[in-house]
Antibody, heavy 120, light 108 residues
Framework: EVQLLESGGGLVQPGGSLRLSCAAS????????MTWVRQTPGKGLEWVSA????????YYADSVRGRFTISRDNSENTLSLQMSSLRAEDTAVYYC?????????????WGPGTLVTVSS | EVVLTQSPGTLSLSPGESATLSCRAS???????VAWYQQRPGQAPRLLIY???SRATVIPDRFSGSGSGTDFTLTISRLEPEDFAVYYC?????????FGLGTRLEIK
């Protein structure tokens, strides 16, 4: 059974940094692209970032490019999102999400999510 | 970016009825790469349909997807109590990946 478990969420001040992690199990992690998707009550679901199965290529939404960095460790089956220069509008539940394949970005397994709150 | 417009915003139906949910894209979605998700309160979204019409693993055949180009539909037949939730469409054929704002399916 595929399991994804996020950690690292919490309260951070505007301009601060936070690192999210996702531990994956029950799958051959290195075979799949992985992504982060966030959800806010007002804006719904928003794709944030993606990384290919090998980690060579990364992609970002315009709203986070230059501030967030996605990475993965295929030897440890972990996915990370380093977030810096955080803004109030980054407040959301962040989901670690598995892509359907190495190249197809529909999302077939989701973690339970971790809440990030950016506030002073 | 491709803007996905879902309609209606809220759909009120009774168990046993059928639901038809619409997702319209602002431009053609490459390879009809559209997915549908169900989200129940307090839970993460769950994949229902990918590639516009392929059912995900363990999704009952009451759920079906159709459409091409810019117009896509999720149909749920014989509504069960657990089907009342929010449904989102997503396109992954064009960059960046985008989601619709959702349709809330509520019990009438």
């Amino acid at each position: 059974e595929v399991q994804l478990l996020e950690s690292g969420g919490g309260l951070v001040q505007p301009g601060g940094s936070l690192r999210l992690s996702c531990a994956a199990s029950g799958l051959t992690f290195s075979n799949y692209a992985m992504t982060w998707v966030r959800q806010t009550p007002g804006k719904g679901l928003e794709w944030v970032s993606a990384i290919t199965s090998t980690g060579i290529n990364t992609y970002y939404a315009d709203s986070v490019r230059g501030r967030f960095t996605i990475s993965r460790d295929n030897s440890e089956n972990t996915l990370s999102l380093q977030m810096s220069s955080l803004r109030a509008e980054d407040t959301a539940v962040y989901y670690c999400v598995k892509a359907g394949s190495a190249w197809s970005y529909f999302f077939d397994f989701w973690g339970p999510g971790t809440l990030v709150t950016v506030s002073s | 970016e491709v803007v996905l417009t879902q309609s209606p915003g809220t759909l009120s139906l009774s168990p046993g009825e059928s639901a038809t949910l619409s997702c319209r894209a602002s431009q053609r979605v490459t390879n009809n790469h559209v997915a549908w998700y169900q989200q129940r309160p307090g839970q993460a979204p769950r994949l229902l349909i990918y590639g516009a019409s392929s059912r995900a693993t363990v999704i009952p055949d009451r759920f079906s997807g159709s459409g091409s180009g810019t117009d896509f539909t999720l149909t749920i037949s014989r509504l069960e109590p657990e089907d009342f939730a929010v449904y989102y469409c997503q396109q992954y054929g064009n960059s960046p990946i985008t989601f619709g704002l959702g349709t809330r399916l509520e019990i009438k």
